[in-house]
Structures are given as C-alpha cells and as structure tokens.
C-alpha cells in the first residue's frame, strides 16, 4: 500500500512539474556552459563598472563638499584673525577708545561701528585698518562723538 501511495506521489509531483514548464512555455536555454559563463561574467563586468562610476561620482562629491567647508573655515579664520589685529592696532592708538568701536570682517571688508572723538580719529582708525594684511576695504561708520 505505501509503494503505491508513493508512486501516485511521485507521478502525481512529476505531472505537476511538466504541466508547470508547459504553462511557463518557457524554452531550455541551448547555450553551453561556456556561453553561459561569459554571459555571467559580462554582467559580472558591467555591474562592477556602474559600481566603480558611483563611487567615482560620490568621491568627488564627497571631495567636492570637503574642499567648500575647509575654504569656508580659511576665509572665517583669515577674518577673524583680521578683526583682532585691527582690534588690537585700535587699542594700541591713545586717540581712539577701542572699546567704543566695534570691528566686523566679512571676506576682507573690514567694517568699523562706534563712536570716534573726531573726524580726524574717525580717519586715523580707517587708515589703522587699512594698513592690516589681508584687509580689501574699510567700511567707516564711526559717528562723530566727542
């Protein structure tokens, strides 16, 4: 009885599978193994190539980011270093009250606010600024304020 009930099995999971090709109307590939392997390997060849032009894109990318963020960092850091010597050519001059007079650099444009004693201290600062390396223009709007 179980030699018969596994050969209904069998036959039964051998007609299934026959009826699935047929359904499927799918062709045997005829290829040989050698047409087969250089198929493999030529999708093997392209889906490395796309692999390695994604990672070239993304590099310079990546390159492209970090370059913008370093030269953003060298031009805060070249203003910065600006404004404090202006601050401190300000604090050296006797005629002017450097704690009056607030300095902002934006990409070498130095920018004076306050007050200055005199039109002629309102120039003298102007000049002081000026005279620091790295300095492209002075923007005075020192008030007049004796």
């Given at each position: 009885m179980r030699v018969q009930h596994f050969n209904a099995l069998t036959t039964t999971i051998a007609l299934v599978g026959l009826l699935s090709l047929t359904a499927c109307d799918k062709k045997p590939d005829e290829r040989t193994v050698g047409q087969k392997l250089d198929?493999?390997?030529?999708?093997?060849?392209?889906?490395?190539?796309?692999?390695?032009?994604?990672?070239?894109?993304?590099?310079?990318?990546?390159?492209?980011?970090?370059?913008?963020?370093?030269?953003s960092a060298t031009a805060k850091l070249k203003d910065a270093t600006i404004t404090t010597s202006v601050k401190a050519e300000l604090v050296k001059d006797s005629s002017l009250s450097a704690l009056k007079i607030d300095v902002d650099t934006t990409n070498g444009i130095v920018t004076l606010h306050g007050t200055a004693p005199s039109s002629v201290a309102r120039e003298h600062a102007t000049q002081l600024a000026k005279k620091i390396d790295g300095v492209v223009s002075v923007d005075n709007q020192l008030q007049i304020k004796s």
């Open positions: 198929s493999t390997i030529d999708k093997i060849d392209q889906k490395t190539d796309q692999a390695k032009a994604e990672i070239k894109n993304e590099t310079a990318a990546a390159k492209e980011s970090t370059n913008q963020t370093v030269d």
